[in-house]
């Protein structure tokens, strides 16, 4: 089974999906705001991928926090800022056999599923 994670109006979202799609790869896509998304299952992501590398710094939700939340940013803070709004989190998570893979660039989405070039 394969399952993407993330928001539905992403940009990034959008092209894994389309890939995926177009390579009539089947899925599952949960979205983080309309399917929610518990602490227990973010925890297991930081396990997977690390919480510095789930911890989207470069999004405009992110940036507009007040330094207080970035300042002495350890796991159990990043994990409860993105917890309260997974528009934090890297987007997409995919998580295809058992792993877990962050973003989208075709051709890392091409040795993930073993299609030739």
Excluded at 13 to 37: S, V
Excluded at 41 to 65: H, I, P
Excluded at 110 to 115: K, M, S
């Amino acid at each position: 089974m394969t399952i993407i994670y993330g928001i539905k109006n992403c940009d990034t979202i959008k092209k894994a999906r389309n890939w995926l799609e177009q390579q009539q790869i089947p899925y599952q896509f949960i979205d983080y705001r309309t399917d929610g998304l518990t602490s227990e299952q973010l925890q297991a992501f930081s396990q997977q991928c690390g919480w510095q590398n789930l911890l989207n710094t470069r999004g405009t939700t992110y940036r507009q926090l007040p330094d207080s939340d970035k300042t002495d940013l350890d796991e159990s803070k990043a994990l409860a800022l993105m917890l309260g709004q997974p528009a934090m989190i890297k987007r997409p998570l995919l998580v295809h056999n058992n792993e877990h893979h962050l973003g989208f660039k075709p051709a890392d989405y091409q040795r993930i599923f073993g299609l030739s070039t």
